[in-house]
């Protein structure tokens, strides 16, 4: 016989599963906090929509996106970071340093997934590369270890090079330990390198104007966020002073520099994609290592080395992954 109880137990209990599925069918909230315009996250906007669709993931289905850019003010990150932290997002995705950064000051319990992201370990985001061990883990770009290589292609294609400009950001979170690792494998080479400083529009022209004054020979542009957003001024800025420029991502050479040797950044977003669906089904960032690049392109603009008047080694034009102009 079915008693009164037996009914409201039964309803009860379904109820609960009514809503324990509706939990599990809910979009789950991916906030994305970024440096940048949305004109220049764009592309890593659809980089990532596609990724995730490949993994099975459609937007507005299995997942939903809440961005919040800072559009090129990284001291806009800390309070961003707070809103997705109130909006309780189930994960935040970090692009660079400076996100992660704001995202791990403002939640311990919130996945974070970080990309294009130097030295994690450096930063305090992990305890290792491979047992993070807290609610951060993501893709490593390994842009700062790069810097020897980087030198040794300058030495390669600027005859007599013997003196290096290091233009470097101070407000970057590596900034302290950025010129020891460009003055350290420059000696190697017998480079002796310059550093220069700029962290605003105003200081890239006497920044370069600084480096024709020390008699560099080159310029290689340490990796920094706020110099990617400002790539269109300084690659024209680095061929008005003819200061031959390497860089640690391509978009630099599209822009007018001569030379990149790094990782590809889309990759980069792709690969997160991979680290935020294992996250949403359940895995623990503190269990999943950070993947660090296997492949380093170099790409070169052959159109800047003749404004130059440089002649590109044949083995140079051999390793490039592209060769622009």
Known sequence: MTTRRRIVVS???????GVSALGQDRPKIVGILSPYSSA?????????????????????????????????????????????????????????TNAAAAARDATLSIPIVFFDVSDPVRA?????????GRNMTGVSNFSGDLNPKRLELLKQIVPGLTRVAALMNP?????????????????????LALPIYASSPEELEPAFRDMTQQRAG???????????????????????????????FAEFVDAGGLMSYGVDTREGVSRAATYVV????????????????????????????????LSIPKGLLLQAEKVVG
């Open 171 to 191: 407000t970057n979170p590596y900034a302290t330990g950025q010129i020891e690792r460009v003055q350290r494998p420059a000696e190697k080479l017998g480079l």
């Open 40 to 96: 220049q996250y764009e592309p890593a906007r659809e980089i990532f929509a596609r990724s995730m669709l490949d993994l099975n993931y459609v937007n507005g289905k299995q997942f939903s996106l809440t961005e919040r850019l800072a559009e090129g003010r990284n001291e806009r990150l800390p309070r961003l970071a707070e809103e997705l932290v109130k909006l309780k997002v189930d994960l935040i995705l970090a692009w660079t």
């Open 218 to 248: 080159a310029v290689l542009v340490t990796p920094d966020a706020y110099f990617w957003t400002q790539r269109q001024l300084i690659g024209p800025l680095a061929l008005s002073f003819r200061m031959p420029s390497m860089f640690a």
């Open 11 to 17: 309803l009860t209990l379904g109820a609960g599963l």
């Open 124 to 132: 305090g985001f992990v305890e290792s590369l491979a047992r993070p």
């Open 278 to 309: 294992k996250i949403l089904k359940g895995a623990r960032p503190a269990d999943l290592p950070v993947e660090q690049p296997t492949n380093m392109d170099l790409v070169i603009n052959r159109r800047t080395a003749e404004t130059l008047s």
